[in-house]
Structures are given as structure tokens and as C-alpha cells.
């Protein structure tokens, strides 16, 4: 056992101490931090002084601050090293640190002094950041139960209590079973058709476990590519189902299914959450999840839904028909199962723009597109971004910094690549946001950016460069766009600098944004070169790539329209507590609104983590609104490349930085968007840019 003088999560002197964090140094930590949390929140309640700034939120920030980072590591390392110890210590804290927010959420002491703050003369006068975080405040004690009754609030801190941990058990449910699953391929000959890369990978993994053949997990690089390109059709239906069936009772070929199946959690969180809107006088979730969104009402989201499913569905039926008659015809596929799917519309689209998807990847090598991507972002936001040094949590995560004329603006880690204890998908979190220190000085930003790429494969004793589908390039530019959110604010009051506080419909505008730049040519040329022979990527085929831009963009909106659209009915009017199954809600949002109906034993809502354990929930229509803002935002840019060409490209950069990624959440994004545009947002550039324009 460490003294607190020595233990690294509670030096916040500099960057976390990766190196020396171990598990046995969480409980001590944040016992330490709420305890002075706590005096401090006794301190604010016995003062009966005037309410100021100064004297109230400022001390309330200092001191919660320091909690929130040391269990923002905590949680991170929780996400990318996951082990038996971290896990013990991190489910064994979570509670401490949930009762401590939801106490301190709904103390009336506390509500009442940011009230009468926001009612004082001196209100008026504070800068118009400090004055949202005000207002935010009152909102969400309110929110938070402050206005409960005593028995009332004693429930309302049990369910944030039970929804805290029910979350974290569906996530780790998520990651055992993705790590249990191993197929083992003995024969070459089974994988015709996959790729030489992903053949040598699971080479690798299978050697890396002492066997011979070809291992396959379902952390997306591995499993992917077999429903993509391998011809055996049995090999596509075995690791679909796989997939399909993690964490559910339905995966037989889990050794520990049950004990994994989310399905009882599912139900327990919708309850969970139908029970905490009642208490806080709402209909349902989905109302007390858009008090602080852009949206102003469950049914307005479900409206532009339906009306977005309205316009994609010709197209996307256009697009099934298409691709049905392409495999009886060329394929000799006379049903088309849902494990042909992904196999059929590679086919089809190498057929239609003679190219393939492994063709591409071939030219986007990591370092070249790593490269590519800093050169964009330099030449947009005048800013510089260099290698830096700080330890980490595994060694193939790196580190850099970014400069504005010399002078420090953030620092972000980059953790490319899948592997076992690492949870899936890609995201960006903050490790530190910015704020004037209690010294008056600037505590820049830090940002986590996460994906889970294929790591660089080793060939006859030779590291060969990890090479990126565009896709996943995409996914990069995604996360990079939330990363530049957080890091390049101007705002000094942390309550809203960077992603703080902005409306979670709008938060991802920017990511949305920068995946535009994928598709074009003067980034493209810059971030690519040939794995083999180092040639940039010929204009050929990226003309070929930009005709195929929209392939399917009819089905795949029509997807996330479904997935939105479920999400928001679970929160809506589905009673959790009736005779109804989740299933059946999900069977009956496909029946209305889907071309592509899963098999009957698909229970991807098992895993579907953004609105069961990633804060999305009767959130997750917020990619499609914010791509409508993403979309139109973006168009600013080629209406300023048509006119001017790179002058007025750049200015546009500018203007953007300044009006959206400058000010964070310290106004309404409407009003941040509408003062980049010079107009609120329209859904013209969205559909223009999917191909479904009238």
C-alpha cells in the first residue's frame, strides 16, 4: 500500500502516470478525493455569506475537477487494459463515485446557492460562459432530483446507483464474450478469398496462442474481412452468427453464454430508466434525455426520422433489388442471407466500379495517412502538430501535441489497434479539459483518441506497416474531429471549454465534418502510398472511389434511421414493466421502417453499447441530426473552394474554428452553427451528399 504523497492518481501536476498506476492505488485515490470533495461541499453548505463566483462555483469546480480526472483514468485504463485486478477495483469504486455525483446532484443547499446566484445582481455581469454554466447547473439539479422529496430522492440515488453498475456488467458481458470467441481455421483452403493481410494476422494470432492454422476473434479487423471476402459460405454464416449472437443466450458457442446474455440487463436499465423520468415527472426517458439537446421533443425526433426513413427507402429498395439480382445472377445465390451480404455487395461493387475495397487499402499505409491527417488539419486551423513524450498504458499507444505559433494548445494519445482486453468500436474522451488553474495560468487540453485497427503484421521476422481500409480512415478523421472539439476551445471555464456542455445532438457535428475529407482528391494525394510500391494513389481510382461514394448509401441510411428509431421507442412508449418483449419492439420498428429483416436468432442489441452503456440513450438519432449541421457545415467549404479556391478554403477553416470548435459549449451550438452559416441548418447538403437529392 502506497502513502497518498506517493500515490500517481493523485499527482496532477503534469500528464497521468501511466507507468506507475497499478490497480492497488484506486481505492486509496478516490477515497482521498471524495473525502476532500466532501469537506469542501460542507464547507460551500455552512457559508452564509454572499453567493459569488469566487466563492462558491469556483471552489465546487477546483475540488470535483481533480475526482473527475482521476476517475477519468481509472475508467479509461478500465477501457483499453482491462484485467481481473482493474476490473475488481474499478466495480468496487464505481458505486463511491456514483452515490457522490448523485448526492451532490440533488443537495438543496448547493441548488439553492445557484439559484440565488443566477437571481443576483452581480449575474448580469459575469462573462456569458460563466453565466451557461449557471444556467446549466440549475438545470441539471433539477435533473438530478434536487427538487425530490426526502424518500424520493433516497430512490432516485439507488437507481443512478444500479444503472451505474447494470451499465458497466453489459459492457464487460460485451467484452468477455468478444474475447472468449476463437475460431480456429486448420486449412489454408477454407479462406479462399479473404485477404493476404488478414490471413497473415491470423496466422500470427494463431502462432502467438501455440497453434497451427489461422485464428479469428470478433474484434471487428478479424471477423470483418471473412463476411467480406470469404467465398466459403458456411465460414460467413458461422462467424456471423458469432457475431450476431454475443452476450445473448442465443451464442451456443460461448463457453459461458448465459452467464454473458445482457438480455435481463436490458430490460433492468429501460426499467431503471422509465422509473427515474416518473419520479422526475416526465412521460418517459426519452423526454428527460432531451432536456439538454437540441431536440425539443421526443416526437420532433421521431418525425425527422420517419421523414429521413421516407426519403431513403426508394433508394434503399432500389439498392436490396440491385444487389438480390447481382447474386442469383453472379453469385448463384438465389436467397440472399444476411451473411451474403456484406460477400454480395463487395462483389457488386468491384463489379459496377471495377475496383475493390482490399485495392484501396492497399495505399493507405499508417503512417501516410497519419501524416496526411495532421497536414489537413495544420493547413485548416493554422496549427502544428509534433511527436511529444509521456508515458502510456501499452507500447504501441504514441503521443503528441499540438502548437499554435509555438505555444502549447493540447495534447492527445493515439491507441490505433485492436487487441484482447481493449473494448471495441472507436471513441475519444477527454483526459483533461481547459480551464484557468487557481494560479491564473492555462491548463491546456488533453484528449484520448481510441480505435480498434489491425496492428502491424510481422512477416518473416519483418513489421510490416499496419495498412487502413477507408473505412477506417474515416473512423479516424471521425474520432480527430471530436479530439480538435475538445482541444482547440478558447474557453477557459471548464464547465463548458471544448465538448463540455454542448448539446449531445451537436457534439458530433464536428467528427461528422472532417470525415468529408476523406473523399477529396488534394487530401487523398497527400496520405497515400502504395504498400508494395510506394505510388500515391492513382486519380483513376480515386474517381472510381468517388463513384462508388454513395454505393448503398440508401441501405446503410435506412440502417442507422432503424437503429435510431428503436432506440427512441424503447425510451417512448414502450412499457418496460409489460407484457411486451424488447424484441418485439425491435421486430415491429423493422417491419415499418426496414428493406432487410435480420435472422430470427440476431440479437445485436445485446451489444449495442452506445444506448446501453455509452450515454446514448433515446440518443442515438443524434449522428443523423448532427449530420444534417455536419453536412451543410461541410458545404460552406465547397462553396468556398468553388469561388476562390484555397484563400477562401482557408478563411472558411478559420471562421469554423472561431464559431464552432473555439467556443465549445458556451452557447447553444444552434446559435454557434447559425453564426458559422449565417443561417440555420438545412437537410439540402445531407441528402446531396448521400446521392438522395429530389
Known sequence: MTTDALNPLLDFSGLPRFDAIKPEHVTPAIADLLERCRAVVAQLEADTGAVSWDSF??????????????????????????TPELRATYNENQPKVTEFWTALAQNEALFGKYKALRASAGFAALAPARQRIIDNAVRDFRMGGAELPADKKERFAAIQEEHAAVSTRFSENVLDATNDYKLLVADEAELSGVPEDVKQAARAAAEKEGKAG???SLHFPSYFPILQFADKRELRETVYRANATKA?????????????????NIVTLLKLRDEEAKLLGYRNFAEVSLVPKMAQSPEQVIAFLEDLAKRARPFAEQDLAELRQFAKDELGLAELAAWDLPYASEKLQERRYAFSAQEVKQYFPEHKVIDGLFRLVQNLFTVTILPDTATTWHKDVRFFRIERHGKLVGQFYLDLYARAGKSGGAWMDDARGRRIDSGGAVQTPVAYLTCNFTEPAVVDGKVQPSLFTHDEVITLFHEFGHGLHHMLTLVDEIGVSGISGVEWDAVELPSQFMENFCWE???????TAHAQTGEPLPRALYDKMLAAKNFQS????????????????????????GTQTVQQVIDDVRRQFAVIIPPAFNRFQNAFGHIFAGGYAAGYYSYKWAEVLSADAYAAFEEAKALGGADLTSETGKRFQQEILAVGGSRPALESFTAFRGREPSIDALLRHSGMAA
Do not use: C
Not at 477546483?62 to 475508467?75: C, M, P, Q, Y
Not at 440508401?554 to 414493466?577: A, I
Open 57 to 82: 462555483v469556483a471552489p465546487l469546480e477546483n475540488t470535483t475537477e481533480l475526482l473527475g480526472r482521476a476517475w477519468g483514468i481509472v475508467s479509461h485504463l478500465n477501457n483499453v487494459v482491462d
Open 521 to 527: 482528391w488534394e487530401v487523398l494525394e497527400h496520405m
Open 214 to 216: 489461422y485464428a479469428f
Open 554 to 577: 440508401g441501405l446503410q441510411t435506412l440502417r442507422q434511421v432503424e437503429f435510431s428509431l428503436l432506440d427512441m421507442h424503447l425510451h417512448y412508449d414502450y412499457d418496460p414493466n
Open 248 to 264: 445473448s443466450a442465443e451464442g451456443s458457442m460461448f463457453s459461458e453464454r448465459e452467464k454473458w446474455d445482457n438480455t435481463a
